[in-house]
């Protein structure tokens, strides 16, 4: 479906309440921290977040302890998520009793569901606001209203439109993000997010196109592309992923397009062509399979099977040769059996991922798995998260010995964490190298040559 957009008289009375905080802030210097749980969705919705307090005068603090607004942006698609905000939020208490000025707001999915944002103001009467997923352009209003010292909850927006032309504040200078699809149809029964980021909706083809042509004019050379399942965009208006991947490969300075995440139902052949006729379309895959056993991808709701996805993998094989295919995996599943898991084994042993984020299945209110009976005991999902975890460690390896004396171009993206002097960047198929270099070469693209596989990376030399 196509994204109704927010009319734009609601967008500039909004952009009057901006500059309402900003006069009331301004010379004050005051700055503010986000806190950002989940996905790439959140990362690149706490950018826009950003983007709107830096046009309010907000300048980035460095640390959370000497910002005056502290946002924390919500996950909920795992238990885990969800408890350690709420014990992040809870030692901000002593703080705002020593700052009664400390502007504290929760937005993101976790508060997109009613109930669990009244209890957070609840439980939390030091919290300024909570806000939704589809509301972000709206924060100029929730700004001025704790300034003001009110409480707000916003939530609901119908229709869930798309706000184009928001400001973002993007952190990387050298690769962004863009939105192409919003929300989620797909309902996998074991999955909240269709309910937190609503249905799915499309951007226009020609909307995705200026962004990413003006990124470009600001010196930005790789994209991702961002959406649930960004197989599926532009269904019902005519277009398609292959054409959107058409078009922007034809924009100018832009070198790597990167998309993330594809749906194995919606991958067709059109597109298997697109992604090897389309030279910037970068060879990597993220194909999230969730399990090896058609029985249990039935109850997931995901619509193909072990047979099918096994067919997409060699067909996208025989399209695409170098293709690197990463994956997510559930284990746990209600009602998965020691069969059903030898069957998931089994098939990340015949795929040979390059990379796997496993999870121990994890009950939503609300999700039709969750009501499903046959629970998984926890102490056999550990196990068995375990076991998967060290089958795709060996995978893991394998994959990269295959790099070993493998020519290949990076873009440098910045310092080991524990070495000054050395680089990493990432080829094509999203393989990472490590390798001796200098400040200057961050944004550049550097031919490299892997010497050794390390664990989990490859090292190597600049040519
Ligand atoms: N739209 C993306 C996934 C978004 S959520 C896609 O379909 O690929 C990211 C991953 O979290 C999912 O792929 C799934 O493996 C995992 N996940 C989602 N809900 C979960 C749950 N209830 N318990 C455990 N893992 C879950
Ligand atoms: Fe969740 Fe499935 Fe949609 Fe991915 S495709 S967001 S797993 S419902
Ligand atoms: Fe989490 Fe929302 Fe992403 S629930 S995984 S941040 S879409």
Same mark, same amino acid.
């Given at each position: 479906m196509q994204a109704k957009k927010i009319e734009p008289e609601r967008l500039e009375r909004q952009q009057g309440i901006a500059q309402a905080v900003f006069e009331q802030i301004q010379d004050k210097?005051?700055?503010?921290?986000?806190?950002?749980?989940?996905? $790439?969705?959140?990362?690149?919705?706490?950018?826009?977040?950003?983007?709107?307090? $830096?046009?309010?005068?907000?300048?980035?603090?460095?640390?959370?302890?000497?910002a005056d607004v502290i946002l924390f942006n919500t996950c909920c698609?795992?238990?885990?998520?969800?408890?350690?905000?709420?014990?992040?939020i809870g030692a901000l208490k002593e703080r705002k009793e020593e700052d009664p000025e400390l502007i504290i707001g929760i937005c993101g999915c976790m508060m997109q569901q009613a109930d669990v944002s009244r209890k957070v103001m609840r439980r939390f009467p030091f919290v300024n606001f909570v806000f939704g997923t589809n509301v972000l352009w709206r924060l100029p209003e929730l700004m001025l209203g704790a300034l003001d010292g009110e409480r707000l909850i916003l939530t609901e927006e119908e229709g869930f439109a798309v706000c184009e032309g928001l400001p973002a504040h993007r952190?990387?200078?050298?690769?962004?993000?863009?939105?192409?699809?919003?929300?989620c149809d797909n309902f996998c029964s074991y999955c909240i997010v269709p309910y937190v980021r609503g249905r799915e909706r499309s951007r226009e083809l020609s909307e995705v196109v200026a962004e990413v042509s003006s990124l470009a004019d600001r010196g930005i050379t790789e994209i991702t592309l961002?959406? $649930?399942?960004?197989?599926?965009?532009?269904?019902?208006?005519?277009?398609?992923?292959a054409d959107l991947l058409h078009d922007v490969n034809a924009v100018d300075g832009i070198r790597r397009i990167r998309y993330m995440s594809s749906h194995p139902k919606d991958l067709s052949p059109r597109l298997m062509a697109a992604i090897a006729q389309n030279d910037k379309v970068c060879h990597h895959m993220h194909l999230p399979v969730q399990s090896g056993s058609t029985a249990i991808l039935e109850r997931m709701n995901r619509r193909y099977t072990r047979e099918g996805y096994l067919q997409l993998v060699e067909d996208l094989?025989?399209?695409?040769?170098?293709?690197?295919?990463?994956?997510?995996?559930?284990?746990?599943?209600?009602?998965?059996?020691?069969?059903?898991?030898?069957?998931?084994?089994?098939?990340?042993?015949?795929?040979?991922?390059?990379?796997?984020?496993?999870f121990k299945y994890s009950p939503r209110k609300g999700t039709r798995a969750a009501e499903m009976e046959d629970q998984?005991?926890?102490?056999?999902?550990?196990?068995?998260?375990?076991?998967?975890?060290?089958? $795709?460690?060996k995978k893991t390896a394998e994959n990269n010995q295959k790099y070993l004396g493998h020519r290949g171009e990076v873009l440098v993206e910045g310092f080991d964490r524990r070495q000054e002097t050395i680089?990493?960047?990432?080829?094509?198929?999203?393989?990472?190298?490590?390798?001796p270099g200098d400040e200057g070469l961050l944004g550049t693209y550097q031919t490299v040559q892997v010497t050794e596989c390390a664990r989990n990376s490859l090292l190597g030399r600049m040519e």
């Open positions: 210097n005051k700055t503010y921290y986000i806190e950002t749980y989940g996905c $790439q969705m959140n990362v690149r919705d706490s950018e826009t977040i950003a983007g709107l307090l $830096q046009g309010m005068g907000y300048s980035p603090s460095a640390t959370k302890e000497k698609v795992r238990d885990h998520a969800e408890k350690r905000l709420l014990a992040n952190s990387n200078p050298f690769s962004a993000f863009v939105n192409i699809t919003f929300g961002l959406g $649930q399942n960004v197989n599926s965009y532009g269904k019902g208006m005519g277009v398609d992923f094989r025989r399209t695409v040769p170098d293709i690197e295919l990463t994956t997510d995996v559930i284990v746990g599943f209600p009602g998965e059996t020691d069969r059903d898991f030898e069957d998931t084994l089994s098939l990340m042993d015949e795929v040979g991922y390059a990379a796997a984020f496993t998984i005991p926890e102490a056999i999902k550990k196990e068995r998260l375990k076991a998967l975890n060290e089958l $795709q460690a680089l990493f960047g990432k080829l094509d198929t999203f393989k990472m190298v490590y390798f």
